[in-house]
């Protein structure tokens, strides 16, 4: 079992910084495929960004190229989520999760636990 807790999370203006994280429990994860995904109200849960056991291997949706960056601290079982330039739209509850059999996957159906979000509203 892997427990995630995600943190970071707020309301903030649009150009905006926030930086989540999410710790991980119960399992070493450094190995995993780690993925960030976000739910905006009414629409479905949708990728945003992923990583591979190595920083040379991250993922992102085309939306957030440019202005997201993901990382991972492996000896603190962590991942982060940079947020620059942060827009309305990004509004969302945003989740980590793990994909334990993996190594990239874009499909929350692939991801196997999950944390328990933390809301970002950017307000105009």
């Known amino acids: 079992q892997v427990q995630l807790v995600e943190s970071g999370g707020g309301s903030v203006q649009a150009g905006d910084s926030l930086r989540l994280s999410c710790a991980a429990s119960?399992?070493?994860?450094?190995?995993?495929?780690m993925g960030w995904f976000r739910q905006a109200p009414g629409k479905e849960r949708e990728f945003v960004a992923g990583i591979g056991w190595s920083e040379d291997n991250t993922y992102y949706a085309d939306s957030v190229k440019g202005r997201f960056t993901i990382s991972r601290d492996n000896a603190k079982n962590t991942v982060y989520l940079q947020m620059h330039s942060l827009k309305p739209e990004d509004t969302a509850v945003y989740y980590c999760a793990v994909s334990i059999y993996y190594s990239i996957s874009y499909y929350a159906t692939d991801y196997n636990y999950w944390g328990q979000g933390t809301q970002v509203t950017v307000s105009s």
């Open positions: 119960g399992r070493t994860v450094s190995s995993y495929f």
